[in-house]
C-alpha cells in the first residue's frame, strides 16, 4: 500500500510563496498519477494539479494555472507544490494523492480515481 506524508504548509501573506512536499513510500512504481487536492472550510475538496509518472506532464485547475507548479524528484519518490503570488482563496488543507488507474493520466485530477491520501498540510493566506 501507498504511503504519503505532506509538509511545507503555513501561513503567508497574499502576493507570498510555499512549497509543499509530498513523500511517498511503499510500492511506489505502481503509482500512475500523483496529485495535489485542497478542501477550504466548508466547501468541497478541489483537486488542484496532477502529474503524469509515466511521462512527467502536469495538468492545473483553472484556479492555480500560471500560479503553481507542480514537479516531482523520482530519486526521492518526492512530489512537490510550489505556490505562487498566493491568494485568500488558496487557503484550505492540501492533500497530496497517489492513483495506479490509468484513466487518472487522460484528465485533471478528479478524487475517485485516487486511491491513497496523505493527511494533509494546511496552508491560509491572510489579505
Known amino acids: 500500500q501507498v504511503q504519503l506524508q505532506e509538509s511545507g504548509g503555513g501561513s503567508v501573506q497574499a502576493g507570498g510563496s510555499l512549497t509543499l512536499s509530498c513523500v511517498t513510500t511503499?510500492?511506489?512504481?505502481?503509482?500512475?498519477?500523483l496529485g495535489w487536492f485542497r478542501q477550504a472550510p466548508g466547501k468541497g475538496r478541489e483537486g488542484v494539479a496532477r502529474?503524469?509518472?509515466?511521462?512527467?506532464?502536469?495538468y492545473y485547475a483553472d484556479s492555480v494555472k500560471g500560479r503553481f507548479i507542480v514537479s516531482r524528484d523520482t530519486a526521492k519518490n518526492l512530489l512537490l507544490l510550489e505556490m505562487n503570488n498566493l491568494k485568500p482563496e488558496d487557503t484550505g488543507m492540501y492533500f497530496c494523492?497517489?492513483?495506479?488507474?490509468?484513466?487518472?493520466?487522460?484528465?485533471?485530477?478528479?478524487?475517485?480515481?485516487?486511491?491513497?491520501w496523505g493527511q494533509g498540510t494546511q496552508v491560509t493566506v491572510s489579505s
Open positions: 502529474i503524469d509518472m509515466l511521462n512527467g506532464s502536469p
Open positions: 494523492a497517489a492513483s495506479t488507474d490509468r484513466s487518472c493520466r487522460h484528465h485533471g485530477p478528479e478524487g475517485h480515481v485516487y486511491n491513497f
Open positions: 511503499r510500492y511506489t512504481s505502481s503509482n500512475v498519477c
